[in-house]
């Protein structure tokens, strides 16, 4: 296969925008790939991230694929996300909840293209949290719609969604936002988003 390496470079790129598990048929669409060179991408892709300097694996079936860390690393994971939760939340964290809570449900890649940046590491803090909880994509398989849970709008002292200050006002305008992504979203485009924050 031409480039190869530059494909395996855009294969990575992509399952760790994606975050969820993603199509194998959307992938190949978008790496422009057929079925056959797809497989020996998987292969290239899942040998290379076996080294030991390496810190992800590809979990992988028929039909879907997933970047995951190692499960050696588990431990340091753990500590690493318990550290997390005993602090208050962050600026970033705060602006994802605040987009959830006026928009949800919402699919993660609209959560990404209006805060500009991949929010799936903020989003499973939010869930583990209990702020954030997140439900199947009826319209689109092996998407989910993230909302706010009902102890996040009890700690907010409200009952639900449309009592948050300014309901109308705040969703209106960042309906517009979204307005404005919705064709890249709708076409699986991949915008340019800077890494995590």
């Known amino acids: ?21 993603l199509p194998r048929t959307k992938a190949e669409k978008i790496l422009e790939v057929t079925k056959e060179e797809m497989d020996l991408l998987l292969q290239e892709f899942a040998h290379r991230l076996q080294a030991e300097e390496r ?35 962050t600026p ?15 699919p993660r890649n609209r959560v990404d293209y209006i805060r ?15 702020l954030v909880e997140r439900t199947p994509d ?4 092996f998407s989910y719609l993230y909302r706010p849970t009902f102890e996040l709008l009890r700690h907010l002292g409200v009952k639900n969604q449309e009592e948050l200050p300014e309901y109308e006002k705040f969703r209106t305008l960042l309906k ?3 307005a404005g992504v ?15 924050r």
Do not use: C
């Open 116 to 130: 500009g940046v991949n929010s799936s590491f903020i989003l499973r803090s939010l869930m583990l949290r209990g």
């Open 138 to 141: 009826p319209e689109r398989s």
């Open 182 to 196: 919705e064709e890249n979203i709708s076409q699986d485009t991949a915008a340019p988003l800077g890494g995590e």
């Open 1 to 21: 296969m031409e480039h190869l390496d530059q494909k395996l470079s855009a294969l990575e790129a992509l399952l760790f925008l994606h975050g969820e598990p």
């Open 55 to 89: 810190g992800l694996a590809l979990l992988r079936d028929e039909v879907k694929l997933q970047l995951t860390t190692k499960p050696e690393f588990g431990k340091i994971l753990e500590r690493f996300v318990k550290e997390e939760l005993r602090e208050d939340l």
């Open 92 to 106: 970033a964290s705060l602006e994802a909840l605040s987009l959830i809570a006026y928009l949800g449900p919402v």
């Open 176 to 178: 517009n936002v979204a």
